[in-house]
């Protein structure tokens, strides 16, 4: 029983010390709703985790490695949002938000050299978005990922058939989204692949190569189907739409 305990703690914080000093601060004030919650968090919440400067956590957010999260000025982090970062962390850019139940988890328990998440600047993470860092997630600046996508670093090895996947091993190459591109709803970026500058895919597309800078992909697997340089959209089609800044 005691080996379990010393598992279980040693998963969820980078010492017994610091699981109770986490834990505590979060059940104090990790449930308290509205602006007075924000105010708190943004205030107390530094006792855990690195803030640049101010920050919104919303009541509802689940923090593990908190030691090892740091968070730029201004950023936003939704109800139900879950982070979990391991001993190379997590780092959330100025001004990006991480909207309702996203999961950012790291979970690097076999010592994998390049795990960890990294998002710019005014980037956002969708609703229920999972994004699973062990092979090492980065995400440039304004970087937008629909609702629901999946960013997996990390796939399980089964090219042997006298045992089971699982006892096979995993690879863990990386996945990087450069600045400016646009994930779209219920996409999944697998391991190793990496999306270009302004590059665009499609919702629902399952992206197994990379992505040219300012290409459009869509489909299952993922084609490149448009170069916006070569073959540019025709923007008179959006003159008549209201455009809307964040």
Known sequence: MNDRIRLYLGRQATSPARYLAEQS???CIGWVPSILGVGLRAILYRAILRMESMAAIEDGVRIRFASNISLGRGVYLDHGSYLHACPHGIHIGAESMVMKNAILHVYNFR???HARISIGARSLIGEACILRGQGGIVIGDDVYLGTLVQVLAVNHIFADTSRPVSQQGITAQGIEVADGAWIGSGAILLDGVRV???????AGALVSHD????????????????????????????????VYQR
């Open 111 to 113: 010592d994998l050299p």
């Open 25 to 27: 601060i979060q059940s």
């Open 196 to 202: 270009g500058r302004n590059a665009v895919v499609g």
């Open 211 to 242: 992505v040219p800078d300012y290409c459009v992909a869509v489909g299952n697997p993922a084609r490149i189907v448009r170069d916006l340089r070569e073959a540019p959209l025709d923007r008179g089609r959006y003159a008549a739409m209201p």
